[in-house]
Every structure is written in C-alpha cells, then in structure tokens.
T-cell receptor, first 110, second 113 residues
Framework: GQNIDQPTEMTATEGAIVQINCTYQTSGFNGLFWYQQHAGEAPTFLSYNVLDGLEEKGRFSSFLSRSKGYSYLLLKELQMKDSASYLCAYSGAGSYQLTFGKGTKLSVIP | ETGVTQTPRHLVMGMTNKKSLKCEQHLGHNAMYWYKQSAKKPLELMFVYNFKEQTENNSVPSRFSPECPNSSHLFLHLHTLQPEDSALYLC????????????FGAGTRLSVL
C-alpha cells in the first residue's frame, strides 16, 4: 500500500499562508523532496531536506522531522501562480529511487 | 526550461502501432529515468539508467522497451500497448543515480485507442 500520504486538495486565499503536510513510513531514509507541478508541465524541484528542521527559500520553506516521519511545505504570501500540484517524495537509505505521494492540488483564490 | 526535453508532447496511437518517446537532457547528468503518471496515482518509476547501463526495471511489461544510447539521450519504445497504458510519461535526469535531485521534462501525454 501507499506509505507516503498528503492531502488531495487544498484551497487558500491570495496573500495568505498555506501549509501542505506529508507523512511517510520507511525503514530507511535518505531525504525528503518537494516538487511543484503546474498542469501540463514538468515537475520542478523545490526543496530537499535530509536533516531535521526548517529550510527556507524565499516564500517557500520545508520542514522535516525524521522521528515522526513528517514533513511540511510552507508557502507564504500566496500568489495566483502558486496554484499547482505539490508532490512529496522520499528516498530510502541505500536507494536512489524516489517514492512519490499522490500530490496535493493547491488552488489559490482571490 | 528544466534542461530536459521530451518529444513528442502528445501522442495518440492504436494498440497495434509502434512508436517511440524521446528524452534529451542538456545538464551533463549521468542518470536518466522514465516515470509513468496516471490520474490520481503517484508517479511510478519505470526504468533507471546510470552511465548508460540499466540499473532498474520496476516490473514493467515488455511492451515498454527502453534504450539509452548515451548519457544525454533516453528512448522509450512502445508496441502493442493497451488502453490502460494511457498516461503522462515523464523523463528525468540527475547527476548520478545516487544524487537524488531529479530534474523532469514536461512529459509526453499518451493516449492509446
């Protein structure tokens, strides 16, 4: 079964903050990734967390807790162009393969 | 522009046709990947090539046949597909297969009639 989980859809208002959660279960862990995918376009790399804590990159931040198998992506000052799917993925220890969640479709409304 | 280019962007084929998908990366990477993305399903890894050698085949049916002539090019040859193979096929590349940040192409939207 699916061992990585994220909400299917979220809606947020322009200018607001939204947090997209991701939980995972794996026996070994080598990193947690977030990608953004606009409809009909390539997934684009947003962030990579390998240690616990918060990584900030402009309006986007990503948090990881390895002990809890938990990550979130935080988007601040939302813009209409942030409407997209956000994909969470992990790589297991000793493996280069990425295991992806189903993605969270974020809709930003005026 | 991600540095990974896929052609064609859209493809419609019958179940008896043979077609090929092409991927080219301009990033100097050594590992390349094929993924399948179906509606409401997570990205599924199909094949991995590292330095032109296939290192992973995730139980993909033989009607999908990959080819990697060099580190910059990757093909997916298709023959006698089924309607359930209709999906978005994504190519990705990374520095090597143990450098996990993968960069994706825009995909080929495949419809099998």
């Amino acid at each position: 079964g699916q061992n990585i989980d994220q909400p299917t859809e979220m809606t947020a208002t322009e200018g607001a903050i939204v947090q997209i959660n991701c939980t995972y279960q794996t026996s070994g862990f080598n990193g947690l990734f977030w990608y953004q995918q606009h409809a009909g376009e390539a997934p684009t790399f947003l962030s990579y967390n390998v240690l616990d804590g918060l990584e900030e990159k402009g309006r986007f931040s990503s948090f990881l807790s390895r002990s809890k198998g938990y990550s979130y992506l935080l988007l601040k000052e939302l813009q209409m162009k942030d409407s997209a799917s956000y994909l969470c993925a992990y790589s297991g220890a000793g493996s280069y393969q990425l295991t992806f969640g189903k993605g969270t479709k974020l809709s930003v409304i005026p | 522009e991600t540095g990974v280019t896929q052609t064609p962007r859209h493809l419609v084929m019958g179940m008896t046709n043979k077609k090929s998908l092409k991927c080219e990366q301009h990033l100097g990477h050594n590992a390349m990947y094929w993924y399948k993305q179906s509606a409401k399903k997570p990205l599924e890894l199909m094949f991995v090539y590292n330095f032109k050698e296939q290192t992973e085949n995730n139980s993909v049916p033989s009607r999908f046949s990959p080819e990697c002539p060099n580190s910059s090019h990757l093909f997916l040859h298709l023959h006698t597909l089924q309607p359930e193979d209709s999906a978005l096929y994504l190519c990705a590349s990374s520095q090597s297969s143990d450098q996990n940040i993968q960069y994706f192409g825009a995909g080929t939207r495949l419809s099998v009639l």
